[in-house]
Nanobody, 122 residues
């Protein structure tokens, strides 16, 4: 099982980034994929998730209206389009896979990627 995040980087406030989570080694359509983030000294926070069986989506309150999650079933890849970025969005962003769930609760996730750094400058 492998989840690989990509697309992080440094961006100015108000800018945009698109993260990708490319997966392998499990049945993609039977899992939900979630994006989480962790800033230094803070707990891991749920950002967004998508249930691949029906493409239902969920968002944390802090990113609603700014972030969009989507899934490419052929590529087994989930994307997180991040617009109107703020300095408080700075964190390491992780994707995880949960069996038949889409949730922002970290404990139910079975597999995790290594993370990608997003830094938003003022």
């Amino acid at each position: 099982v492998q989840l690989v995040e990509a697309g992080g980087g440094l961006v100015q406030a108000g800018g945009s980034l698109t993260l990708s989570c490319t997966t392998s080694g499990f049945n993609f359509d039977n899992y939900g994929i979630g994006w989480f983030r962790q800033a230094p000294g803070k707990q891991r926070e749920g950002v967004s998730s998508i249930k691949n069986s029906d493409d239902s989506t969920y968002y944390g309150d802090s990113v609603k209206g700014r972030f969009t999650i989507s899934s490419d079933h052929a590529k087994k890849t989930v994307y997180l389009q991040m617009n109107s970025l703020k300095p408080e969005d700075t964190a390491v962003y992780y994707c995880g896979a949960a069996w038949q769930l889409a949730t922002l609760i970290t404990d139910v996730y079975d597999y995790w990627g290594q993370g990608t750094q997003v830094t938003v400058s003022p």
